[in-house]
């Protein structure tokens, strides 16, 4: 298993980049705690679809961005398209939800946003949730609408996730059709949940910094999940996939969350194997932050820099 870096070593790494935390965000933050703390660790099962789907819609609506259901590689979603976006490059992102909760439609504005600042238009599929679809339905589907993105002939195509979308998105792009993987251009994993065994020490060192999620209600969701299967498989949990031709990747993730460590060692890993492969740690944000556009600076900040990379990546492929 992957050891974990000390602290000192991974924030002093050449891949990694430590973003200091804003006034107004300290103050946000603040706020945001007061709101959450009495529901630490609350959401569990199925019953708490509707209320983390509130929550996600809670992104400002960007402006110039179109919405419009399809199906893609059989898998049902919305694509996100901003005006004047080139037609020729295309995003897809994965939601999150701890591989249990999440719809498309409620992610449409976070990812309207992620499309508009890469002028690309964007797919959101509604992949199967556990429980009642456990491993591998989420990964089957995220890899057949992958593909047919792909057999569609865009010219590149990036992939993007959030949270279990996150780590999604890298196992997609490890196990997609060999015949169309250069055309996948570029990766970003926003928080990742990339280690299924929940072996991070960031479980323990961020258990009171973190906002939102304790360990025994993401140990009931992953056992949701993988009902029985072994959380070490390399098909399940990211941190152990095979990092053999891997396009660039840039991960974003929050000081204050207990996957911290999730991405850290990711990151670490794919370095290692030659990847070109980034971190950005946004001190003091909370797993999620990127859906406080317009709301925070830090989420501000995160998406031009998410912009910029896939901006770079698919004018590298034109």
Known sequence: MPALPSDDSFRS???????????????AMAGLRAIA????????????????DDLIRHTVEP???????????????????????????VILHLHGGWFNWGAAGAYRALVGHIALSANANAFIPDYRLAPEHPFPGATIDTSA?????????????????DSAGGALALLSVAGGSAAHQDRIVGVVALSPVTDLTLSGQSWASR????????????????????AGHPPSDPAASALFEDLSGFPPVRVHVGDAEVLLDDS???TERAVAAGVDARLDIWEGLPHGFIGSIG????????????????????????
């Not at 703390?37 to 959401?43: A, D």
């Open 13 to 27: 790494a050449s891949w990694c980049t430590v973003h200091p935390l804003s006034g107004p965000d300290q103050t």
């Open 37 to 52: 703390g009495p529901n630490k660790g609350k959401l569990r099962g199925v019953a708490a679809r509707p209320v983390f």
């Open 63 to 89: 402006q110039g961005v179109r919405y419009r259901e399809e199906q893609v590689g059989g898998i049902a979603g919305w694509w996100c398209e901003p005006d004047g976006a080139a037609a020729d490059r």
């Open 145 to 161: 609408c992958l593909n047919g993105l792909l057999e569609r002939r865009p010219k590149a195509v990036a992939v993007t996730g």
């Open 207 to 226: 258990a009171d910094a973190d906002p939102f999620f304790v360990r025994d209600q993401a140990q009931g969701l992953v056992d949701a999940y993988l």
């Open 264 to 266: 850290v060692r990711w």
């Open 295 to 318: 709301q925070m600076q830090g989420a501000d900040a995160a998406l031009m820099h998410i912009g910029a990379f896939l901006a770079e990546r698919f004018a590298a492929h034109r």
